[in-house]
């Protein structure tokens, strides 16, 4: 019976994540450059929190630090699924989505290498703008209202190979090679009291970035862990625009939907040459944390890291708010309690992380930035003795924007769940 009402309740959340993600729009940080990217907002995974380098999902074991990887006692599958809030303090408007935030495969090889491969968003760019400013002007006797509509939508995921190596008892070694790839597409829309003109077109995305990572063993109870990323192929752009049609159907797409036809036909034009669009983003950057053990199950974390993107966004790509972040300078400090193995106890099943984190967003103007200013709390849940876990984490933020007076409000619930098992082992037969 509890199993059937755990599964109910973790159903029920999914299910009302799912029509958040339908029934609204997302957040201001979707208009700057190439989107929101997921790792300047929240939490990337339920099992880790609010670190990236230091250890939370295990007592020794990061699932976002490959060079933590080897530590795991078994071969590990972690979903983490992830439903986010943006609201603005003195507003009604309400902007929510929901989505498959990690999901990662991670293999030991005997305690002393491994490797995992990972899928996960990298950034969103689901836009509507709509121009408040109607204009009304007099033609041929009569008289007609103008307004204009952008929209777009699409992304980028994120496809990691990742290992890592035992050097020694102090030091380790770890490695990500990361696939970008995605697509964009928008509609610049003129209406004409009722008839609209749509200039559509598409972008295509692709980039590989690179991780190396170093973990030490200072002493038995004090790690330090650092990452270093570059690109190895800053992302690239193939731009496609379509012909410039009427829709006399209204349904937004160039085709021969009945009772009215778009002019003109579809089948009479041709798109136009694509156009390559490169370095529209090349980050490169490197973390730094610290992991101080208070007792065998208890660790208090420091990270920081910094950053830079060296993208040079041409005009083709449409930007609602003309800018772009180029620079972000993030610390976390994180608290965690690992449950304990051998204890049959309920209570030292659970495992406990709360953390509280910065970001410091520059723009491309070099003038202005965003801060961000936000705290976690998560508990996880393990049962079988291949230590299968369940993690739920929720993030509350302060976000706020040198243009408006208004503070963002970012709220973000992960549930996630991580399943172990002995793989490439050869069974002894009965």
Do not use: C
């Amino acid at each position: 019976l509890e199993w059937k009402s755990s599964m109910w309740l973790i159903n029920t959340i999914i299910s009302l994540f799912l029509l958040l993600s339908i029934g609204l729009a997302q957040g201001r940080m979707n208009a700057f450059g190439l989107g929101h990217y997921y790792h300047n907002q929240g939490i990337r995974n339920a099992a880790d929190g609010i670190t990236n380098l230091t250890p939370a999902f295990q007592d020794n074991v990061s699932l976002s630090n490959p060079s933590t990887w080897h530590y795991l006692d078994f071969t590990y599958l972690s979903l983490s699924y992830s439903g986010n809030n943006n609201s603005m303090s003195n507003s009604t408007l309400l902007n929510g989505y929901s989505s498959l935030s990690n999901a990662i495969w991670i293999v030991p090889i005997k305690s002393k290498s491994s490797l995992g491969i990972s899928l996960a968003p990298y950034s969103d760019q689901r836009i509507s703008v709509t121009d408040q400013d109607t204009a009304v002007f007099h033609a041929f006797d009569d008289t007609l209202n103008v307004a204009r509509s952008f929209d777009r939508s699409g992304g980028m995921m994120s496809f990691k190979v990742g290992s890592s190596y035992l050097l020694s008892d102090m030091l380790n070694l770890g490695m990500t090679f990361n696939i970008l790839f995605g697509s964009s597409r928008q509609n610049e829309v003129i209406n004409f009291g009722g008839s609209a003109v749509v200039q559509s077109s598409r972008m295509r995305f692709y980039g590989i970035l690179n991780e190396f990572f170093i973990s030490i063993s200072l002493r038995d109870n004090l790690k330090v862990f650092s990452s270093y990323t570059y690109s190895i192929k800053p992302l690239e752009g193939v731009y496609e625009e379509k012909h410039l049609f009427d829709d006399a159907n209204g349904n937004g797409y160039h085709d021969f939907y009945t009772p009215y036809y778009d002019f003109p036909f579809p089948d009479s034009v041709s798109a136009e040459p694509e156009v390559r669009l490169p370095n529209l983003y090349s980050p490169i950057g490197y973390n730094l944390g610290l992991s101080q053990f208070i007792n065998p199950r208890t660790s208090l974390a420091f990270e920081f890291g910094v950053i830079n993107d060296d993208a040079k966004i041409p005009d083709r790509v449409y930007i609602p708010l003309d800018n772009w972040i180029t620079r972000t300078n993030t610390a976390h400090i994180s608290f965690s309690r690992y449950p304990n193995d051998l204890s049959l106890n309920l209570s030292d099943k659970l495992s406990f992380k709360f953390g509280l984190t910065y970001y410091n967003h520059t723009l491309n103007d070099q003038k202005s930035s965003i801060t961000e200013v936000g705290g976690s709390l998560g508990i996880g849940f393990v049962f079988k003795p291949v230590g299968n876990q369940i993690d739920i984490n929720y993030y509350l933020g302060t976000r706020e924007y040198p243009d408006i007076a208004d503070a963002e409000l970012v709220q973000q619930v992960q549930i996630g769940i991580s399943l172990a098992d002995l793989w490439f082992v050869k069974r002894r037969q009965k």
